[in-house]
């Protein structure tokens, strides 16, 4: 067998393997003897037809296909051991020839990182702090958490909410769509029926019918709207102000939360929540910061299939894990007016430097020598079995728990995020230390290839890519923002 590799941008290798002819001569009699016994020709036992009558009624082209089928899997793996190529991914084949048989894989490899003098990276670290006004906002959104609704005798306005009846027709469409008796709030950036509909119940008075038309933007999500104009007629039958309670002594007792008596403590235990709160974004800004910045001096060079598993994720986390069952995913991108396509290209960017941010931050780990022992692996997964069979004293289903969960997959994924963590303690270390004060320590040498265990590989883009969000977050907050950003500060090579 000849094998001939090229290595490609993107830690892509091009894989030409020529196979021998008494192999795939080997294949094909193995694939009709199969077929023979399988499929029924008259005037023949199973496995008793001829090899020419066999091609002459199945047909040649599909048995060549299926011997090369079966036998691609043995030559491929022969290729990579032969040209020492560990593939973190499936490749992509393409058929070259059958005379003599040629294949071309593509195969995504580990990235290769080089990363510059992380010692000498600085960001100066900044307390954040609550003013009055963060305190009375939420405090704000604390009485609308308790606001009432009241019907008024007035045009509608922004924060209303509204009971109507309408009839929408776009251009195009056969039938109008009629709703009767909706009830919603009437809030700028929210969306009820089309975009721009709600602008259109601003100043209308109860009562109508009232008609009014509108154009939808010519970059509309659903394509075949775009562009088109709606027609509305609604009937306007109730508009309800929102009622705030009055901000005093008894709206803090009748929240009755321990410690609070009174408007004082209310205000003071909201703006300790809101200090929380905001340190738990500046930390999270924070440390995105220094990861950007230990970016910014590296050359990456990885595979799309890195990205692509991220931007599954993304997907599962936004759709509330509905992507598991097609027709639940079907009903989740009909819900948000998106396509399949539309989402995975809106999370690319974000996908993208997710991944560019956890492959730098393993490879810093590996120059700072920063490992996780198997005695506090098992830790972590004492912890995780606590909670997760917390209130539950049957032996035999707390075994069961800890069989979900104390297997060598999830034990991997815990050392690649305990690995994660202290890597990112260690570079914040680094950034926000003065010079003199930073305890010094031998980085490994530049650019080293990393090499180790598919599993691994695999934890490269899914765990370790998760790096910020990996590190502890104390706020969901903060969670949900973690891994954003452009990018463009990074060079690539």
């Known amino acids: 067998m000849g094998v001939t590799a090229e290595r490609l941008p993107r830690s892509l290798v ?24 399988q499929v029924r020709i008259p005037g023949f036992r199973p496995g008793k037809a001829p090899r020419e009558i066999v091609e002459r009624t199945v047909g040649q082209p599909l048995l060549l296909q299926e011997a090369i089928e079966d036998l691609l899997p043995s030559v491929y793996n022969e290729a990579l051991e032969t040209e020492e ?61 308790y606001a009432t609704l009241e019907p008024v ?52 008075e109860r009562g109508g019918p009232h008609e009014f038309s509108f154009d939808l933007p010519e970059d509309y999500q659903a394509e075949e709207l775009a562009g088109k104009t709606a027609s509305y007629s609604v009937q306007l039958l109730e508009v309800k102000q929102e009622v705030l309670p009055e901000l005093d002594d ?30 738990a974004v500046h930390a999270m800004n924070y440390r ?11 050359e990456l060079d990885y595979p799309e299939v890195l990205v692509e598993r991220e931007i599954d994720r993304l997907v599962d986390e936004q759709s509330q894990h509905a992507s598991h069952e097609r027709e639940d995913f079907e009903r989740w ?17 974000q996908a993208d430097l997710i991944v560019r941010r956890g492959l730098v931050l393993s490879e810093f780990a590996v120059r700072e020598e920063i490992a996780a022992s198997d005695e506090e692996i098992g830790e972590r997964v004492d912890e995780i079995v606590e909670q997760a069979s917390a209130g539950t004293t049957d032996l035999e289903q707390r075994a069961r728990v800890r069989g979900m969960f104390d297997t060598e997959q999830m034990r ?51 765990e370790a890519a998760d790096e910020i969000e990996a590190a502890e977050e104390p706020s969901a907050e903060a969670e949900s923002d973690a891994g954003g950003g452009s990018g463009d500060e990074d060079s690539e090579s």
């Open 14 to 37: 091009s894989l030409e393997i020529e196979v021998e002819p008494d192999r795939l001569e080997a294949s094909m009699k193995k694939v009709i003897n199969k077929v023979s016994q």
């Open 412 to 462: 991997a994924s815990l050392r690649e995020r305990l690995i994660s963590e202290r890597a990112l303690e260690r570079l914040i270390e680094i950034a926000s230390q003065e010079d003199e004060e930073l305890e010094p320590r031998s980085p490994r040498r530049r650019g080293r290839r990393r090499r180790g265990s598919r599993a691994a590989a695999d934890d490269e883009g899914d």
């Open 288 to 298: 995105e910061e220094v990861v950007d910045l230990l970016l910014a001096t590296a």
């Open 250 to 279: 008894d709206f803090a007792r009748s929240l009755d939360e321990e410690g609070i008596e009174n408007l004082e403590e209310l205000q003071a235990r909201v703006s300790e929540g809101v200090q929380e709160q905001i340190e």
């Open 153 to 204: 005798d007035r045009p509608v306005e922004w924060n209303d909410t509204v009971r109507i009846d309408m009839s929408v027709s776009v251009e195009g469409q056969a039938e109008p769509h009629v709703e009767e008796g909706a009830e919603f709030a009437v809030t700028e950036g929210g969306i009820v029926s089309l975009p721009g509909f709600l602008d259109e119940l601003i100043g209308l």
């Open 85 to 145: 190529i560990e593939a973190i991914d499936q490749p992509e084949i393409e058929l070259k020839s059958t005379e003599p048989l040629v294949v071309q894989a593509t195969v995504p490899v580990r990235p290769t990182i080089e990363i510059g003098a992380y010692q000498a990276l600085r960001v100066p670290r900044e307390e954040p702090s609550v003013g009055e006004a963060e305190t009375e906002e939420a405090l704000t959104e604390l009485r609308r958490r």
């Open 333 to 349: 991108l009909q819900a948000i007016g998106r396509t399949e396509e539309e989402v995975r290209d809106a999370l690319r960017e």
